[in-house]
């Protein structure tokens, strides 16, 4: 008798119980990483949910910036770059669950189309020669920026942006005379980081992906025009909330 061989599709082949058995174990590896919220999405959307946080600048009574504002830094864009504002550039390899939840050193940013303030676009002006918090900030006085407390951890910002900074006066011919002045919130300055000499700058050439979308890079470097004046890269507004309504609504133009 002849007999014809057949296959069967439910005959199982192969290592088969091998493979169940490491199907079981990543269903329950990926159900455990699940339950202590540790996927990949649910990380992003943690990250999102404390670093999109709102976050109230200060208010500006006086018109002036003072020492412990939280502010925001905006550029407002120039041929090559729409406005912007400097950001933490957070990613979920940047959490850390001690002591609490929050991001970790180092702390590098971006400059984001984002002109909502929150925990990612707020800094506080911190001084670094003794000046005690409320004094107002002048022209050519040293300053540090920070990040605001809890998630953000008050972290300081890295990189090129690590050092000291100060705020010289927009217009180089009047630089001199407005020297150790105080220095007027919501009205463009140039930053320039101590170290170096050089001026904060948005780099509207070089756009890279974020968790946020894409950003431009931020850097310390002087870009001078033909008159031997900071370009728009280099202008920036430091940002707050006043009650004359001229700082957020400034932004919304």
């Known amino acids: ?49 404390n670093i999109l946080r709102p976050v109230n600048l200060s208010v500006t009574n006086d018109g002036g910036l003072h020492f412990g504002d939280v502010i925001m830094l905006v550029n407002m864009g120039g041929e090559n770059s729409e406005r912007s504002v400097v950001s933490i550039n957070a990613d979920i390899n940047s959490l850390t669950k001690t002591p609490s939840p929050g991001i970790q050193i180092p702390c590098a940013v971006s400059a984001g189309k984002s002109v909502q303030p929150c925990t990612r676009t707020a800094f506080i002006i911190t001084s670094v020669d003794g000046s005690p ?17 809890g998630f953000a951890r008050g972290l300081y ?11 010289v006066h927009f217009d180089p011919q009047e630089r001199l005379e407005y020297e150790d002045q105080p220095v007027p919130a919501n009205v463009k ?10 001026a904060l700058a948005v780099l509207g050439d070089r756009v890279f992906w974020t968790t946020y979308g894409k950003e431009y890079e931020v850097t310390a470097h002087t870009f001078l025009d033909c008159y031997k004046v900071e370009k728009d890269n280099n202008h920036w507004i430091l940002c707050t909330s006043d009650p004359a309504g001229d700082g957020l609504a400034l932004l919304n133009r």
Do not use: P
Not at 133 to 149: D, H, P, Y
Not at 189 to 198: E, G
């Open 1 to 49: 008798m002849d007999f014809v061989r057949t296959y069967n599709s439910s005959v199982k082949i192969g290592n088969w119980n091998e493979d169940l058995c490491l199907e079981e174990d990543a269903k329950e590896e990926y159900l455990e990483k699940k339950e202590r919220g540790e996927l990949a999405a649910q990380k992003v959307d943690f990250l999102k949910e």
């Open 189 to 198: 300055v140039v930053i320039i980081h101590c170290k170096t000499n050089q």
């Open 133 to 149: 918090e409320g004094s107002m900030l002048r022209f050519e006085q040293s300053f540090a920026l920070k990040t605001t407390s």
């Open 157 to 167: 910002l890295t990189s090129d942006l690590q050092s000291f900074q100060k705020v």
